[in-house]
């Protein structure tokens, strides 16, 4: 009985090794796939950006009313890959948790843009042997003390936005 412990616990914990080589492996091949994605766009290369996507993608822009699939972002996106420059993002900070069957994961970043810090967060998923991003969020950070001024701004631009959706409910 002793050797079956010793033999189970072996087990155990060369299998636990196993999977966190897996996700580490997993964490790479992620930072690999957004900073690819963030580079391409940096680069104007739309199919390189667009490829690094699932075909039913969501992306949510910082403006209250982008909220796009892949087509509707393709659409708005062409333009300005077309001039050359698109936009320009490199992670400063990235975090990235698994689910438990390891074919899906999220994570949140902090980018350093034309914008100054934003924040990007996501859903990327494993097809095949290929992570690609399934949901991308781009939001603005604003730091506490000014929150006030920014509402303020925004709110002449928003109410009727707010007041539409809340119609719509």
Known sequence: MKHFVI??????VL???AGFAQIS???KAINVVLD???SAASEANFKGYFELMTADAVFV???AKENWNRSAFEAFAKPYFDKGKAWSFSALERHIYFDTTGNTAWFDELLSTQMKICRGS???VKIGNQWKIKHYVLSMTIPNENVNEVVQIK???EEPIIQQLRSKS
């Not at 033999?7 to 155990?12: K, M, N, P, R, S």
């Open 36 to 38: 690819s994605w963030h």
């Open 155 to 157: 709110t002449t631009i």
């Open 15 to 17: 299998n636990s090794n």
């Open 7 to 12: 033999i189970a616990f072996g087990f155990l």
């Open 122 to 124: 996501g859903v990327v």
């Open 61 to 63: 822009g910082t403006d």
């Open 25 to 27: 492996d997993s964490k």
